[in-house]
């Protein structure tokens, strides 16, 4: 006896673009992915079981390195900030909220 019912789980194809700023690469795009999550959240309306990325575009990729000067007799010190841009293709399967 099948008592499984019809299936509610949704499979949807999004490309979301992310933007994020890090003291070196490894750090902008780690903030770049963890905003994934919040904005995948805000395209479907459900509770997501699943999210797999698919390929991912780099948009910008700009290291600026500029040194700052405390006081006078202080050597000064190199300030490294690194800037992502990005676009993720990325697979979600969601149970939606509402029937």
Do not use: W
Request: glycine share 6%; hydrophobic share 40%; proline share 3%.
């Amino acid at each position: 006896m099948d008592n499984r019912g019809k299936s509610i789980l949704v499979t949807e194809r999004h490309t979301i673009e992310l933007e994020a700023y890090g003291k070196d690469r490894k750090d902008a795009f780690g903030a770049a992915f963890a905003d994934l999550k919040k904005k995948a959240y805000a395209l479907v309306d459900g509770l997501i079981i699943h999210m797999e990325p698919e390929d991912v575009y780099t948009l910008v990729d700009v290291e600026k390195t500029k040194g700052e000067k405390l006081v006078g007799y202080f050597k000064p010190r190199q300030i490294q900030n690194h800037h992502v841009k990005i676009q993720v293709v990325v697979i979600i399967k969601y149970i939606p909220l509402q029937s």
